[in-house]
């Protein structure tokens, strides 16, 4: 499995599913059209981007590159490179029909499309940080204690993330957007606020 350090951000669901099966990254989705609208996402997007970097990995036809310049307006002066995918023409295996523009999209790419075309992006290979374990949320007080609930709040919070991620996607995030060092950091701010 190919290891990025930056996040991936692509257009949908599929898309994620089919990055998440190739490469170790967190990969995050736009929704499409709808990141227009949603002023938490966009948030979102520019905490992550100015914390590890991002890498913009959208399908090639219009709707794709109009997403893709959007969120370069959003994340305006943070890290951002792009990876871009080869117009091939044809339909995913899910649909019955091909798009407007009869091209692949990301999820129709096979794994060495995608990995070459993060690699021309000049994608960062992956920290070999020692990832953080279920049990040591648990010693921490994040899960499994009295007042788990409002500590992962209180992480969630300062990490800019969606208060309502499960503990096993927490989990996944802490590890994808720390070091041991900052997460050993943040604990101790979080113990002093509760």
């Known amino acids: 499995m190919f290891s990025v350090d930056e996040i991936i951000i692509v257009e949908g669901k599929y898309d994620k599913m089919r990055l998440s099966s190739v490469v ?32 913009i990995l959208t399908d090639s036809d219009s709707a794709g590159l109009r997403i893709r310049n959007y969120l370069c307006r959003c994340l305006d002066g943070v890290k951002v490179k792009h990876a871009y995918i080869p117009e091939v023409h044809g339909k995913e295996k899910r649909k019955s029909t091909p798009g407007a523009q009869q091209l692949l999209g990301v999820e129709g790419m096979s794994n060495e499309v995608i990995i070459n075309a993060l690699k021309k992006a000049k994608a960062t290979p992956k920290n070999a940080n020692a990832p953080i374990t279920a049990a040591r949320l648990y010693c921490d007080g994040l899960i499994g204690k009295p007042n788990s609930a409002q500590k992962r709040h209180t992480l969630l919070k300062t990490l800019n993330m969606p208060e309502s991620l499960s503990s096993k996607a927490m989990l996944d995030v802490i590890n994808r957007l720390l070091t041991q060092d900052e997460y050993n950091r943040l604990m101790a701010e979080i113990v002093l606020k509760n």
């Open 24 to 55: 170790d990254a967190l990969v995050v989705t736009t929704d499409g059209f709808r990141v227009y609208n949603n002023k938490e996402k966009q948030k979102q997007f520019q905490h992550l981007a100015a914390k590890r970097g991002v890498i």
